[in-house]
């Protein structure tokens, strides 16, 4: 009878182990593969990646089928916080799998392309291959990506609306740039199982997003972010990015008000998008209006205060003058403006377009000889209403990222705290500080991305032209290449040059 029970007990042993090993080698999804904490329930998520966990998807572009495998729904963090944005999408040229080559690329050479969809700073899901999400006639940068050989690596965020059941908001500052660190993370952690060279990283992002990846490559592996990406669980990895593609970044939040007022000072009308939510999504409309008479006296207090931060960054242009502002707000830095519509103009007209009704310019010969500045300004429109960024009433998109897990909205600069009319808090400074590159470029203990890609549209509106030419000044005056262009006639917006941003990726991923 004992030797029954023994036999028995062997039996369920031997049944129970064997259940383990044939559902070890189950492919679950990312949300599948997690094992709860004994202590509090909470469920931890693998950093492994898993590549059996594929499907194979084709997509057409230019009469050419594109064959992938598709890792999708990836969480990229031990300890997600939501996992609707904490996941990756990534997409491996099918051709790595059989020994093959893409173009001038193999498995073990590919760059990796990493987009981001933040717009507004709201949080962004994971893309992917597929068209343009504003122009459906187009293919968006990830599949262009994808039939170069990029493998494509896209990861969603966290963003200042983001809540957990209970209401408690998980997205505010500095969540979103901890959360692309993290999918960096995820991708060095896995170098040695994913196709793609994870040393030849390059991001890409489109406003909020160009902003965020603006700081993914300016703040690489530096230890003020720790503390956030520890709490996440992310892997113990770099999280540095080789090169940074940013269209229209909204950057530089701490001091975009008073560059706004230094530009547009003195055009008080005002023509802006309006979003309103209604039952059949977000509904987008014009808005046009005048500003108030304390929103012109908050413009020109703010106007003033920017020659003095403009001189404080000791900027200079490639021959070594430097970029000065007098108290009136005029100087170098103004000329240093201005060179750069007067080269986006130039490249129109020798493209063939025609100038001539544009009475701001002057052209003799078929050369862009000068441009009336304050008549350009003009041309290009006031958007925002003062204050732009730090809203006395808290209403903008970036109080709201700069709340907290209770607080809503909070001010983020000393000027909107002390004219708040509602009374708002200051965001904590180190928290100010995560959120913009300028703090980080350059410094010590911190990897600074080498090669940059900078856009800003020559009638984009959505920030001064000042902030994205102080970024990449900085940059360059700090030894870094940049490549960056004023496109003509062209507004907010991202991804309108993909022959231009590729052709521009394959030059600098072949560096040595």
Same mark, same amino acid.
């Given at each position: 009878?004992?030797?029954?029970?023994?036999?028995?007990?062997?039996?369920?042993?031997?049944?129970?182990?064997?259940?383990?090993?044939?559902?070890?080698?189950?492919?679950?999804?990312?949300?599948?593969?997690?094992?709860?904490?004994?202590?509090?329930?909470?469920?931890?998520?693998?950093?492994?990646?898993?590549?059996?966990?594929?499907?194979?998807?084709?997509?057409?572009?230019?009469?050419?089928?594109?064959?992938?495998?598709?890792?999708?729904?990836?969480?990229?963090?031990?300890?997600?916080?939501?996992?609707?944005?904490?996941?990756?999408?990534?997409?491996?040229?099918?051709?790595?799998?059989?020994?093959?080559?893409?173009?001038?690329?193999?498995?073990?050479?590919?760059?990796?392309?990493?987009?981001?969809?933040?717009?507004?700073? +709201?949080?962004?899901?994971?893309?992917?291959?597929?068209?343009?999400?504003?122009?459906?006639?187009?293919?968006?940068?990830?599949?262009?990506?994808?039939?170069?050989?990029?493998?494509?690596?896209?990861?969603?965020?966290?963003?200042?609306?983001?809540?957990?059941?209970?209401?408690?908001?998980?997205?505010?500052?500095?969540?979103?740039?901890?959360?692309?660190?993290?999918?960096?993370?995820?991708?060095?952690?896995?170098?040695?199982?994913?196709?793609?060279?994870?040393?030849?990283?390059?991001?890409?992002?489109?406003?909020?997003?160009?902003?965020?990846? #603006?700081?993914?490559?300016?703040?690489?592996?530096?230890?003020?972010?720790?503390?956030?990406?520890?709490?996440?669980?992310?892997?113990?990895?770099?999280?540095?990015?080789?090169?940074?593609?940013?269209?229209?970044?909204?950057?530089?939040?701490?001091?975009?008000?008073?560059?706004?007022?230094?530009?547009?000072?003195?055009?008080?009308?005002?023509?802006?998008?309006? +979003?309103? +939510?209604?039952?059949?999504?977000?509904?987008?409309?014009?808005?046009?209006?005048?500003?108030?008479?304390?929103?012109?006296?908050?413009?020109?207090?703010?106007?003033?205060?920017?020659?003095?931060?403009?001189?404080?960054?000791?900027?200079?242009?490639?021959?070594?003058?430097?970029?000065?502002?007098?108290?009136?707000?005029?100087?170098?830095?103004?000329?240093?403006?201005?060179?750069?519509?007067?080269?986006?103009?130039?490249? #129109?007209?020798?493209?063939?377009?025609?100038?001539?009704?544009?009475?701001?310019?002057?052209?003799?010969?078929?050369?862009?000889?000068?441009?009336?500045?304050?008549?350009?300004?003009?041309?290009?429109?006031?958007?925002?209403?003062?204050?732009?960024?730090?809203?006395?009433?808290?209403?903008?998109?970036?109080?709201?990222?700069?709340?907290?897990?209770?607080?809503?909205?909070?001010?983020?600069?000393?000027?909107?705290?002390?004219?708040?009319?509602?009374?708002?808090?200051?965001?904590?400074?180190?928290?100010?500080?995560? +959120?913009?590159?300028?703090?980080?470029?350059?410094?010590?203990?911190?990897?600074?991305?080498?090669?940059?890609?900078?856009?800003?549209?020559?009638?984009?509106?959505?920030?001064?032209?000042?902030?994205?030419?102080?970024?990449?000044?900085?940059?360059?005056?700090?030894?870094?290449?940049?490549?960056?262009?004023?496109?003509?006639?062209?507004?907010?917006?991202?991804?309108?040059?993909?022959?231009?941003?590729?052709?521009?990726?394959?030059?600098?991923?072949?560096?040595?």
């Amino acid at each position: 009878m004992k030797n029954l029970k023994r036999i028995m007990s062997n039996l369920l042993l031997a049944f129970l182990v064997l259940s383990l090993l044939l559902i070890g080698n189950v492919s679950f999804p990312a949300s599948a593969a997690s094992v709860p904490t004994a202590s509090n329930g909470a469920r931890e998520y693998s950093l492994t990646f898993n590549p059996d966990n594929y499907v194979v998807k084709t997509f057409t572009l230019n009469n050419k089928t594109i064959s992938c495998r598709a890792y999708e729904n990836i969480v990229y963090v031990k300890k997600p916080v939501d996992i609707k944005y904490e996941v990756m999408n990534i997409y491996v040229p099918e051709e790595y799998y059989q020994g093959k080559s893409v173009g001038a690329y193999s498995a073990g050479t590919a760059p990796i392309f990493l987009p981001n969809e933040v717009g507004g700073y +709201m949080p962004g899901e994971p893309g992917g291959p597929g068209m343009d999400r504003m122009n459906k006639d187009k293919p968006n940068a990830a599949l262009v990506a994808l039939s170069k050989g990029y493998v494509v690596a896209a990861p969603g965020a966290r963003g200042r609306t983001t809540q957990n059941d209970v209401g408690i908001y998980t997205g505010k500052a500095p969540a979103c740039i901890v959360d692309l660190k993290a999918a960096v993370r995820y991708l060095r952690y896995n170098a040695k199982r994913l196709p793609g060279d994870t040393e030849k990283i390059i991001s890409n992002g489109t406003s909020a997003g160009g902003a965020l990846s #603006a700081l993914l490559g300016a703040t690489g592996n530096n230890k003020d972010y720790e503390p956030y990406l520890q709490a996440i669980g992310a892997a113990a990895a770099r999280d540095d990015v080789y090169a940074a593609s940013c269209y229209c970044p909204i950057t530089n939040l701490d001091n975009a008000d008073i560059a706004y007022e230094w530009y547009f000072n003195g055009i008080n009308n005002f023509s802006r998008m309006a +979003m309103t +939510m209604t039952p059949g999504g977000m509904q987008r409309s014009m808005e046009n209006g005048t500003m108030t008479a304390n929103q012109i006296e908050c413009s020109n207090e703010l106007k003033k205060m920017f020659p003095k931060y403009l001189n404080s960054l000791d900027l200079k242009t490639s021959a070594g003058n430097s970029l000065t502002l007098a108290n009136n707000g005029t100087g170098s830095f103004t000329e240093y403006i201005k060179s750069f519509v007067l080269a986006s103009a130039q490249q #129109a007209l020798e493209r063939g377009a025609d100038l001539s009704g544009l009475s701001w310019l002057t052209i003799k010969d078929g050369i862009v000889k000068n441009i009336d500045f304050d008549q350009y300004v003009r041309y290009v429109k006031r958007m925002k209403p003062t204050t732009a960024f730090d809203g006395l009433d808290l209403n903008n998109g970036e109080n709201d990222l700069f709340g907290t897990k209770t607080i809503p909205a909070q001010h983020f600069t000393q000027f909107g705290k002390d004219h708040s009319t509602v009374k708002g808090s200051l965001a904590k400074a180190a928290v100010i500080k995560l +959120m913009n590159p300028m703090n980080y470029i350059a410094t010590q203990g911190t990897a600074t991305a080498r090669y940059w890609r900078i856009r800003h549209g020559a009638i984009d509106s959505d920030t001064t032209l000042a902030v994205p030419v102080i970024l990449a000044t900085k940059l360059k005056n700090s030894g870094y290449v940049v490549d960056f262009a004023v496109p003509w006639q062209q507004g907010h917006g991202g991804d309108y040059d993909l022959d231009e941003l590729f052709a521009w990726i394959a030059s600098v991923a072949t560096v040595k």
